[in-house]
C-alpha cells in the first residue's frame, strides 16, 4: 500500500504564495505519475497540476502561470509552488499518485486546506 502524506497548506492572504509537499511511502511500489488536484466546498475534484507517465507535465489552462509543479524522484516527492494566490484558489488540496505494486493502484492523500482571504 502506498500512503501520501501532504503539507504546506494555511492561511494566506490574496497575493500570497504557499508551497505545498507530498510525500509517497510504503514498500514495493513504483511511482507512475503524480500530481495535485483541488475541490473547493460546493465544486468537483479537479486537477491543478501533474507530471504524466512520459515525465512530461500538465496543468489547469487558468492556472500554468501562476502555479509549478516540480518533483524529487529520489524523495519520491511532488511539489506545488503556488504565487500569486487568489480567493477562487481556497480549497482542499490533494495529492494523487498512479503507483504499480502488484497492481496499478489510484492513491490519494488526505489533504491539506489551502485558505486565500482577499
Known amino acids: 500500500q502506498v500512503q501520501l502524506v501532504e503539507s504546506g497548506g494555511g492561511l494566506v492572504q490574496a497575493g500570497g504564495s504557499l508551497r505545498l509537499s507530498c510525500v509517497a511511502s510504503?514498500?514495493?511500489?513504483?511511482?507512475?505519475?503524480m500530481g495535485w488536484y483541488r475541490q473547493a466546498s460546493t465544486l468537483q475534484r479537479e486537477l491543478v497540476a501533474s507530471f504524466t507517465a512520459d515525465g512530461g507535465t500538465k496543468y489547469a489552462d487558468s492556472l500554468e502561470d501562476r502555479f509549478t509543479i516540480s518533483r524529487d524522484n529520489a524523495k519520491n516527492t511532488v511539489y506545488l509552488q503556488m504565487n500569486n494566490l487568489k480567493p477562487e484558489d481556497t480549497a482542499v488540496y490533494y495529492c494523487n499518485a498512479k503507483a504499480w505494486t502488484t497492481y496499478l493502484q489510484n492513491c490519494w492523500g488526505q489533504g491539506t486546506q489551502v485558505t486565500v482571504s482577499s
Open positions: 510504503g514498500s514495493g511500489f513504483t511511482i507512475k505519475s
